[in-house]
C-alpha cells in the first residue's frame, strides 16, 4: 500500500497488489552535544549496507556529505549513490516523515525501507518518539525500532552529573554506543558502562572509536517487528535482567541519576481486561512525566493471546495483540524505568486495582475517576 495527501490533507492508503501495509521501522540517534552524533552519521552514510535507509539529520553540512557519492540531490533530499537516501528535518518532524514517505510512494525519490533519525539540540528523545506514538498518520506507516544512544567516553559522567537530559537519554536507550573511547583507559571505560549499566539495566552497550559501529548492530530492537515475522519478546522487555539487578551499586548523591529506577513486576494470575486499562490510565493521569518508559506483555483473562504495551511518559502506542505466547511462561510481566517513583507504589496500586474490580466491573467509586 502506498500513502498520500488527499484534497483534504489527510494521509489514505490505497491498496498494491492485495498486500497490507508494511509499517517502516525508525530508529532514533541521540547523544549529548559533542557524544560524536555527526562522526557516526559521516561513517554511516558511507556504507554500502545503507542502501534503502533513509536519514533524517539536522543540516547536509554537519555531516560534511563527500560530493563524489551523491547521485542526485535538491533543497531538502540527497540520494547517495549507495542507495542511501539524505533528508533535513523541515520544521516539523510529523511532515517531514510523512512528505519522506509521499515523495517515495510518487516515485519521486528512491524506495527506502528503514529511517534513521538525528534528534537535535540537548537531544531529547522524548519528543521524537511521543510524535511517532500518538500522531495516527504515521503509526499508519512507521514503527519505532530503537532508540541509540551515544555517551562520550571522555567526559560521559561529568555529562550525567551536570546534565539531567543525558540521563534521561540513558534511561530510554536500547542501545548505548560509549564513543571515543581510543582516548580514555579500561578503567574510565568500565566505570562509565557500569554506571550506565545501572541506569538502565537492560540496556545493550557498545563502543566505538571515530564513528565505527556496524549498520546492523543499530536496527532490531522493536518487539513489534515491521515484516510479521517472529517477535523476540523476552529479549525486548529485558525483565530477568532487572529480576537479578538492582539497588547493589552506591551512586553519589549528587548524581541526577539517583532517581532513576528499573525494575520489573508480574502477576501470575491473568488480568481483567478493564480493570488494566484503569490502572494504565490512572498512573499515567497521576505518574505520567516520571514515567520514563514502561513496556509489557500482559495476559488478559479469556484472552488465548497476549497483549503487548510500550509507553513513554503519559503517551501509549496502541495495544498490540502477538500471534501466540513467545514461550511457556505466560505470566504478566511489566518493565519500567521511572524517576522518582518506587517499585512498591506502582505495585501496591496493581493490586489493589485488580483486588477491586470483579469479573462484573468497575465498582461505582471508581467508574466516577475515568
Known sequence: MFGEYDDNHSLTFRAKNMNELQTIPLTVITGF???GKTTLLSSLLKKEEMKNVAVIINEFGEVGLDHALVESS??????LQNGCICCTIRGDLNKTLI?????MSKGQIARFNRVIIETTGLADPVPIIHTLMSSIDLLRIYVLDGVVTLVDATNGEDTLDLQKEAVKQAALAE????????LVDEDKKNSLATR?????PSVKIMTSSFGDVPVSKLFGFSAYDPYNKSRDVKNWLAAEKLEKHHHHHHIDVNRHDENIEAFSMTSDQPVNAMAFGLFRDLLIAQMGPDLLRVKGIINIKDKDVPAVIHGVQHIFYPVQWLDKWPDDDKRT???FITRNIKKEQIEGF???LMGMIDEKG?????????
Do not use: C, Y
Request: charged letters at 25%; hydrophobic letters at 50%.
Open 175 to 182: 542501545l548505548i554506543i560509549i564513543s571515543k573511547i581510543d
Open 74 to 79: 535538491d533543497e531538502n533530499i540527497v540520494e
Open 333 to 335: 510481566k511489566l518493565v
Open 362 to 370: 468497575l465498582p461505582e467509586e471508581l467508574t466516577e475517576l475515568l
Open 99 to 103: 512528505d519522506l514517505f509521499t515523495q
Open 33 to 35: 552535544l559533542g557524544s
Open 350 to 352: 496493581f493490586h489493589a
Open 196 to 200: 550506565l549499566q545501572t541506569i538502565n
